[in-house]
């Protein structure tokens, strides 16, 4: 699903230590997420979602913005897959920007 994608993404760039998906009984999936710390400060400091279901909001790989001058993500949903800024730009391909993270 997009949202465990979501978290590969926020792992693979060390905002968080993992996560975990579980089964409810209602049928429903539950995900518990470990959050990272770095000298007791929460290593996410802010999350902004970019595209939202009224607006989308697509980049082409030349026009994806730094975040806070690189010291932040974009997770960007591409055609090949979902992916932090860095990998997509890597990969050559723009889509989608989801979020931001910093």
Do not use: W
């Amino acid at each position: 699903s997009l949202r465990v994608n979501v978290l590969e993404v926020l792992k693979d760039e060390g905002f968080i230590r993992g996560f975990s998906e579980t089964e409810r009984d209602t049928g429903q999936s539950e995900i518990q997420i470990e959050l990272k710390y770095h000298e007791g400060d929460p290593v996410i400091k802010e999350i902004k979602r970019i595209s939202k279901p009224g607006r989308r909001v697509y980049s082409s790989v030349k026009s994806m913005p730094l975040i806070r001058n690189g010291l932040g993500i974009s997770i960007v949903s591409t055609p090949k897959g979902v992916m932090s800024d860095s990998s997509a730009r890597n990969e050559n391909v723009g889509g989608e920007i989801l979020c931001t993270v910093f």
